[in-house]
């Protein structure tokens, strides 16, 4: 175990030979004062980062709900079926999104991960990127004179591999239908 305080004490004469800039940035002139001021900035800036997040999330469910009330109109369903007061012509329609979460939530994800069990961080951005899919398929469709969308249909996909997001993909055939 005496190898092991030598080291340290090596460190830290190399630590203090260090520039005063260099150990501002690490806060400590030896490697406890580095270890417990990094640590302290660590968490503080996990928490900042976590309420800088939360806020955001927030504002884009608050966006998500007004523009849903703006396209009430355009109606969607999952039947392949075309009812009888179709009339004109129909269209491939498509809505994607890419949501990816913040590098904060992504540590948690990954602690959860090892854990175990339910990973509600998961569940909240797939539920906003469906919403956010639908939004852009009514959206298209309402942009090419259709008011109805059917066989509606959702795909998702992992997009990278060192970040935590996902592609969703919502289409369908939009049609114009008569108010009866």
Same mark, same amino acid.
């Given at each position: ?28 002139? #030896?490697? %406890? ?10 968490? =503080?800036? #996990?928490?900042?980062?976590?309420? =800088? ?13 007004? $523009?849903?009330?703006? +396209? %009430?109109?355009?109606? +969607?369903? &999952?039947?392949?079926?075309?009812? &009888? ?6 269209a491939?329609?498509? *809505? /994607? ?11 948690? !994800? %990954? ?6 069990? &339910?990973? /509600? ?26 008011? $109805?969308? !059917?066989?509606?249909?959702?795909? /998702?996909?992992k997009?990278g591999?060192? !970040? ?9 055939? *939009?049609i114009? %239908? #008569?108010?009866?």
């Amino acid at each position: 175990m005496d190898w092991f305080f030598k080291e340290i004490e090596k460190f830290n004469a190399e630590l203090a030979k260090a520039p005063d800039w260099l150990l501002d940035i690490f806060g400590g002139s #030896t490697i %406890v004062d580095a270890i417990v001021n990094n640590s302290l900035q660590f968490f =503080i800036f #996990t928490i900042l980062g976590w309420l =800088i997040a939360t806020f955001l999330e927030r504002k884009h469910i608050s966006y998500l709900a007004k $523009k849903e009330q703006q +396209l %009430v109109e355009i109606k +969607l369903n &999952n039947v392949k079926k075309i009812v &009888n007061d179709y009339q004109g012509d129909s269209a491939f329609l498509m *809505g /994607s999104v890419v949501m990816a979460h913040d590098y904060f939530r992504g540590f948690f !994800i %990954v602690l959860r991960k090892i854990i175990g069990g &339910n990973i /509600s961080a998961y569940e909240r951005i797939t539920q906003r990127g469906r919403r956010e899919a639908i939004i852009r398929l009514k959206e298209n469709a309402l942009n090419q004179g259709f008011n $109805k969308v !059917i066989n509606v249909r959702f795909d /998702s996909t992992k997009v990278g591999n060192h !970040i935590t997001a996902i592609e969703i993909i919502a289409y369908g055939t *939009g049609i114009k %239908v #008569t108010e009866g």
